[in-house]
């Protein structure tokens, strides 16, 4: 017993030696570590990154040294690249509308709505947006928070400032407002993790959305749009309103074209000019009861045997905003559609 005892205890002692010779060897190397690599990587920092860091610094009074260490940890991310040259949205809406619009999609929204429906209700009278958008847009932009992150934002967003030049400009500015964002909000940007664009939360707010238009719409002093499910709402809610979002508007409505060549038509582009009266006056029919002096576009979507044509109003518009896609803003439509009619029945189920 006493051999095994001080055996037993030999060995602890030994263990112990051991771990505190790797705990010294191991500082001792993260001290040269830190001494040595910072301004080595810092001396490689592109010289668009060290006009930018002196930028930071000059115009919103940024940590020199803090910045550096940050872009000297920033990795550059092929795979940003190619998920931003690639959007889903460029597929033909046949393809693209089961993406977004399937059961589990409904299913999903149903019960977000079902769980929400309080803030839902007073966001649509607050904001004017009615529930379903709100709730088909959430799950398109991140399946409900399920698919908000994935890429480290400093990281996509150096990618894209620095080493994809086709949007340079417009992602160095986002890369401004992240890095101001997350002063104001005391995150470590080195930390923050989003999409492959670098937008944020469950709604998927690019940073200088999340500064200008997410609110506090649970009261609580902070905007949080990453676990507050009130914020994530108002959020969104306002996003549309500022954009033109009408309360009790259409979104789209169905066209027919009676006119051969309906190109120049199209080409007048998505935001709404002509009211539905002059639309008629060109040709294209719409379902009666819209109002004649309502602004409208036209738009086309690829379906399988041939182009399908819309009118498109202010709303479809405000949803563009968002995402500047029609079959983005026409799948937040439509899943929203499905959602309220699949509530719909179950109310009309539950009150049989
Ligand atoms: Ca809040």
């Known amino acids: 017993m006493a051999a095994v005892k001080g055996g037993k205890r030999g060995t602890q002692w030994l263990v112990r030696l051991v771990l505190a010779a790797a705990l010294l060897a191991l500082l001792a190397l993260s001290r040269s570590v830190l001494a040595q690599t910072p301004p080595?990587?810092?001396?490689?920092?592109?010289?668009?990154?060290?006009k930018f860091i002196a930028?930071?610094?000059?115009?919103?009074?940024?940590?020199?040294?803090a910045l550096r260490d940050l872009f000297a940890s920033a990795r550059s991310n092929q795979d940003v690249v190619r998920a931003?040259?690639?959007?889903?949205?460029?597929?033909?809406?046949?393809?693209?509308?089961p993406l977004c619009v399937d059961d589990a999609q409904i299913a999903d929204g149903l019960?977000?709505?079902?769980?929400?429906?309080?803030?839902?209700?007073?966001a649509r009278r607050e904001f004017g947006v009615p529930e379903s958008i709100v709730v088909a847009l959430i799950g398109i932009e991140s399946r409900y928070g399920r698919y908000a992150g994935g890429f480290r934002v400093i990281d996509s967003l150096y990618t894209l400032s620095f080493e994809w030049p086709k949007r340079a400009d417009y992602f160095r500015g986002e890369l401004e407002?992240?890095?101001?964002?997350?002063?104001?909000?005391?995150?470590?940007?080195?930390?923050?993790?989003?999409?492959?664009?670098?937008?944020?939360?469950?709604?998927q707010f690019m940073p200088s959305s999340y500064r200008r238009f997410a609110v506090d719409y649970s009261g609580d002093g902070r905007i949080d749009l990453s676990t507050d499910t009130a914020d994530i709402i108002g959020s969104v809610a306002n996003y549309l309103r500022e954009f033109g979002w009408k309360a009790g508007q259409p979104v789209v409505a169905p066209a027919r074209i009676d006119t051969a060549d309906p190109k120049p038509?199209?080409?007048?582009?998505?935001?709404?000019?002509?009211?539905?009266?002059?639309?008629?006056?060109r040709g294209v029919q719409s379902p009666p009861g819209l109002v004649e002096s309502l602004p409208a576009s036209l738009f086309t979507l690829d379906v399988i045997d041939g182009p399908e044509y819309w009118l498109a109003f202010d709303n479809f518009y405000a949803l563009l905003r968002y995402n500047y896609s029609r079959n983005y803003a026409m799948a937040?439509?439509?899943?929203?559609?499905?959602?309220?009619?699949?509530?719909?029945?179950?109310?009309a189920i539950g009150s049989d």
């Open 55 to 65: 930028h930071m610094v000059r115009t919103h009074d940024f940590d020199a040294q």
């Open 177 to 203: 407002q992240f890095l101001i964002l997350s002063r104001e909000q005391g995150w470590d940007p080195g930390l923050v993790q989003g999409s492959f664009a670098g937008a944020l939360g469950w709604p």
């Open 111 to 122: 019960r977000f709505w079902n769980e929400n429906a309080e803030i839902l209700e007073r």
């Open 84 to 97: 931003i040259s690639t959007p889903a949205t460029s597929r033909p809406w046949y393809q693209f509308r």
């Open 332 to 347: 937040v439509y439509q899943l929203g559609e499905e959602i309220s009619q699949a509530r719909g029945q179950l109310a």
């Open 40 to 50: 080595a990587q810092a001396q490689k920092l592109k010289p668009e990154v060290r």
């Open 265 to 281: 038509l199209l080409d007048l582009g998505l935001k709404p000019q002509l009211s539905v009266g002059q639309w008629q006056e």
